[in-house]
């Protein structure tokens, strides 16, 4: 049963850039949120990906944008980067109804660092 | 920002002691989680509670969904140096909803 993946694990970029980060769901979601963890915090909700469509956005500018697929993998795209976007980019998966919904699974995450 | 707070942030313990920590919320919760995070690596869920007042156990692991859906706590028993690692506590913000909001996070720390 193959987990949550994401690639690349790490990524360089310098300020002004613009990334895309990949994450592929645990076998049988539907669902991938994307979360933003800065060095020694929790992580953050950016935003959540169902049927293709964004379901649900945190409080992150429109920089941060996305796309799910219709294998239900999914893309994180961050233009024009700021040093403070250094961060850890976790993909959770999820199923997106019935029960325990609410109960995700992360990837390993990308490591982020803008110079 | 971040609406659950973890304490204790830090614990420095001997091998073979037992752990305990929290997690409490101004708000209602319907459903817990407790993760596992090991440095450069993602959150790992090692407990889900759905129903206030409900015992989980995995392993040596033992979670508790408290009755006022408020707080939840996790214990420990029998550390060992596997058990080094931030822990952090979880939950939706509204039912079903699927965002997840994170206490700041236990650091365990495990002498030998």
């Known amino acids: 049963d193959a987990g949550v993946t994401q690639s690349p694990t790490h990524l360089i970029k310098t300020r002004g850039q613009q990334v895309t980060l990949r994450c592929s769901p645990k076998?049988?979601?539907?669902?991938v949120s994307w979360y933003q963890q800065a060095l020694g915090q929790g992580p953050q909700f950016i935003f959540q990906?169902?049927?293709?469509?964004?379901?649900q956005r945190g409080n992150f500018p429109d920089r941060f944008s996305g796309h799910q697929f219709p294998n239900y993998s999914s893309e994180l795209n961050v233009n024009a980067l700021l040093l403070g976007d250094s961060a850890l980019y976790l993909c959770?998966?999820?199923?997106?109804?019935?029960?325990?919904?609410?109960?995700?699974?992360f990837g390993p995450g990308t490591r982020l660092t803008v110079l | 920002g971040q609406q659950l707070n973890q304490s204790p942030q830090s614990m420095f313990i001997q091998e073979g002691e037992d752990v305990s920590m929290n997690c409490t919320s101004s708000?209602?919760?319907?459903?817990w989680l407790w993760y596992k995070q090991d440095p450069g690596e993602g959150p790992v869920l090692l407990i889900a509670?759905?129903?206030?007042?409900e015992l989980t156990s995995n392993g040596r692991l033992t979670a508790q969904f408290g009755i006022t859906r408020k707080d939840s706590f996790l214990n420990i028993s029998a550390s060992i140096p596997s058990d080094v690692g931030i822990y952090f506590c979880?939950?939706?913000?509204?039912?079903?909803?699927?965002?997840?909001?994170f206490g700041q996070g236990t650091r365990l720390t495990i002498n030998p």
């Open positions: 959770a998966s999820s199923l997106g109804t019935g029960e325990g919904t609410d109960t995700q699974y």
């Open positions: 076998s049988g979601h539907d669902t």
């Open positions: 990906y169902y049927e293709e469509e964004e379901r």
């Open positions: 708000s209602i919760f319907n459903t």
């Open positions: 509670l759905y129903k206030a007042g």
């Open positions: 979880a939950g939706p913000m509204i039912q079903g909803a699927q965002k997840l909001v």
